[in-house]
C-alpha cells in the first residue's frame, strides 16, 4: 500500500483505505493511491490550429481540444471513424515520433469553463496514426490497465474535484501539467479495471445508438413535414385542394402579462408549471394560485417567443416567466390547432434582429391548409410521431442519468 492517498477533497491524507460505494460482486480488495506521474508518462503534443484539418475516414488524426470538450465521449474508438485529420502530412514535419496508441489518454488543458481536464481514451486505432493536438496533455500508462476504465475514471467526480481547486483564469479556465503529475489516482486491480471499463462502454455504446435512433426520428418528422405541406404525400380518402390563409386570420393572439410568475423561488412539490418559448420550455413550478393561464387538453394554446419564434404547443394550464411571448389560440372551430402549429414550425426562420416577431412577421406570413377533417387527421399522425421523439429523449436522458450515477459511485 502506498503511503499517500486522498480525503476526496484533493488533500493528501495518510493510511485512508479507498473502496467505492459500488462494486461488482466478488471485488473487495482496498483501491491503491498512486501518484498520476508514477503511473503515467506524459507525450509530446503538438500545437496545429483548427483550420490544418478536415474530417477524413483515413487521415492522420489530430486530437484537438475543443472535440474533447464537445464531440468525444470518454472513449474514443478511432477505426475508420470519420474525424478531424491533417490536410496536409507536411505538418508532420516535427511530430514523427508522436503518434498515440491504443489506451493513451488525452485531456484538454483549456475550457472556458470547468470543463477543462475532460479526457478521451483512444480504442482501436488499428493502422491509423493519432497525434495530440492543440491545448491538450496527452499520457501513457506505464502498466497494464483495463480498457476504457482511465477514461471513466478521469472524468468522474472522484477525479475530478481534485482539479477543480487547481484550476486557473476566469475567461480562459486551465488546467497545468503540474496539476496533473501531483494528482492522486485510485486504482483498482486489473480485473476490476476490466469490469468497470467494460460495463461503462457498453452503456456509452447503448446511449449513442439511442440518440442516433432520436436523430433518425427527428430527420423522418422533417422529411415528413416537407412532403405533407408541399401536398407530395397525402393520406388516402383525401383529395380536396388546399388553400392559402395568412396565420393572422386563423390564429388569435393574448398578450401574456397577467399570467407573469411573481418569484422565480420554483418549488418541486408545486403543481403549477412555469414555461418559458425556449428550448427548456418547463423553468420549474410554483405555488402562486393568480393568474393562472387556463388551458386543458381539449382546448390547447400555442407559446410563441416573440423575438426567436420559437413555439411549444400546450395542453395544460401554467404560468410564464417573461413577456416575450404570445398566446396563440384559433379564432373558431373551423380549424385543428395541431395541424395549424405543425404548418407554422414548417415557415419558421432564425432572426438575427432584436424586433417583436408575430404581429410584424408571422401573422401576415401564408399558409396553405386543407380541410378540417384532413387537418385532424395530419394533427393526430404528426403528435404520435412526437410522443415517439419525446419517448426516446427521455429514455436517453434516464440512460445519462444512469451513466451520471454510476460514475459518482463506482470511483474513489
Known amino acids: 500500500m502506498s503511503d499517500y492517498t486522498t480525503d476526496g477533497k484533493g488533500q493528501n491524507t495518510m493510511g485512508k483505505k479507498l473502496q467505492p460505494k459500488l462494486r461488482f460482486r466478488g471485488f473487495t480488495d482496498d483501491w491503491e493511491p498512486r501518484r ?4 503515467f508518462e506524459f507525450l509530446k503534443t503538438n500545437t496545429l490550429p483548427r483550420s490544418y484539418l478536415e ?7 489530430d486530437i484537438h481540444y475543443g472535440d474533447i470538450l464537445i464531440n468525444y465521449d470518454s472513449c474514443l474508438p478511432i477505426g475508420h471513424n470519420a474525424l478531424p485529420c491533417l490536410k496536409d502530412e507536411k505538418h508532420l514535419d516535427n511530430h514523427v515520433d508522436s503518434f498515440l496508441a491504443d489506451g493513451d489518454v488525452v485531456f484538454a488543458d483549456t475550457a472556458e469553463d470547468s470543463s477543462a481536464g475532460k479526457c478521451v481514451e483512444l480504442l482501436s486505432i488499428g493502422q491509423r496514426r493519432v497525434l495530440a493536438g492543440l491545448h491538450t496533455i496527452a499520457v501513457r500508462s506505464k502498466v497494464q490497465h483495463g480498457i476504457g476504465y482511465f477514461g471513466f475514471y478521469f472524468n468522474s467526480p472522484s477525479y475530478r474535484k481534485q482539479l477543480l481547486p487547481k484550476m486557473q483564469g476566469s475567461k480562459v479556465v486551465a488546467v497545468s501539467k503540474d496539476v496533473l503529475k501531483n494528482s492522486i489516482l485510485s486504482v483498482p486491480s486489473l480485473k476490476e479495471e476490466i469490469a468497470i471499463g467494460t460495463l461503462l462502454r457498453k452503456l456509452d455504446n447503448l446511449i449513442a445508438a439511442e440518440k442516433r435512433k432520436l436523430d433518425l426520428l427527428k430527420d423522418k418528422k422533417t422529411a415528413l413535414l416537407r412532403q405533407i405541406f408541399d401536398q407530395k404525400a397525402r393520406f ?13 386570420d386563423i390564429l388569435s393572439y393574448e398578450q401574456p402579462y397577467e399570467y407573469i410568475v411573481s418569484s422565480d423561488d420554483y418549488s418541486p412539490v408545486a403543481r403549477t408549471p412555469v414555461l418559458t ?4 420550455l418547463i423553468l420549474g413550478y410554483t405555488n402562486e394560485a393568480d393568474g393562472i393561464k387556463a388551458v386543458t387538453k381539449d382546448s390547447p394554446v400555442i407559446i410563441f417567443d416573440d423575438f ?6 400546450i395542453d395544460y394550464s401554467f404560468k410564464i416567466k417573461s413577456s416575450a411571448m404570445k398566446i396563440l389560440s384559433l379564432r373558431d372551430s373551423e380549424n385543428d390547432l395541431y395541424c395549424i402549429y405543425y404548418a407554422l414550425t414548417r415557415i419558421i426562420r432564425p432572426s438575427a434582429s432584436h424586433e417583436r416577431q408575430w404581429i410584424s412577421k408571422y401573422a401576415r406570413a401564408t399558409v396553405t391548409i386543407p380541410s378540417k377533417d384532413e387537418q385532424q387527421v395530419i394533427g393526430d399522425f404528426l403528435r404520435k410521431l412526437d410522443r415517439l421523439i419525446a419517448a426516446e429523449s427521455r429514455k436517453i436522458d434516464l440512460l ?13
Do not use: C, N
Open 36 to 39: 498520476l506521474s508514477d503511473y
Open 277 to 280: 418559448a425556449g428550448k427548456t
Open 236 to 248: 388516402k380518402g383525401y383529395t380536396d385542394p388546399w388553400e392559402q390563409r395568412k396565420l393572422g
Open 55 to 61: 474530417v477524413s475516414e483515413s487521415g492522420i488524426v
Open 400 to 412: 445519462e442519468l444512469k451513466k451520471k450515477a454510476l460514475l459518482q459511485q463506482m470511483f474513489v
Open 308 to 313: 426567436t419564434a420559437s413555439s411549444h404547443i
